[in-house]
């Protein structure tokens, strides 16, 4: 619309008894004003948003890092076999216009502190 930018993005398959991370950002500054929520079905899950840098993003993207808005996912809290997680994004329209640039990102924990990206899309401008 004119006032806003509007996306889902739908994940599963994931391997059972790892930690994954989801989310949405930028190669630069947080996104401001953006409404992030991850479903199952079509309930809003109670997940606490947190916001965190992911490396390792320069085979994906050709960035160094992305600072993302999104969800922490341990073993427990992932869906069922056969189940999806839809990430629901909306962004205003200026904001996305300002940033020109988006990730989508889906990121497994290796080790203690390492988390490599193991799904994402890049959106620019001349996606909306």
Do not use: C, H
Request: negative net charge; glycine residues 8%; without cysteine.
């Amino acid at each position: 619309s004119p006032e806003e930018i509007r996306f889902t993005a739908e994940f599963s398959d994931f391997n059972a008894g790892e930690d994954y991370r989801i989310g949405v950002g930028t190669a630069g500054e947080a996104i401001q004003g953006a409404t992030i929520e991850l479903l199952k079905d079509t309930t809003v899950l109670p997940n606490k948003l947190v916001t965190f840098e992911q490396g390792f993003a320069k085979a994906w993207f050709k960035v160094n890092k992305i600072s993302v808005q999104g969800f922490v996912l341990p073993p427990s809290k992932l869906p069922a076999e056969g189940e999806a997680l839809l990430l629901r994004v909306v962004v205003p329209r200026a904001e996305a216009d300002r940033l020109k640039r988006m990730f989508v990102i889906l990121a497994k924990k290796y080790g203690p502190t390492r988390w490599y990206i193991e799904d994402g899309a890049e959106m620019t401008d001349t996606d909306w």
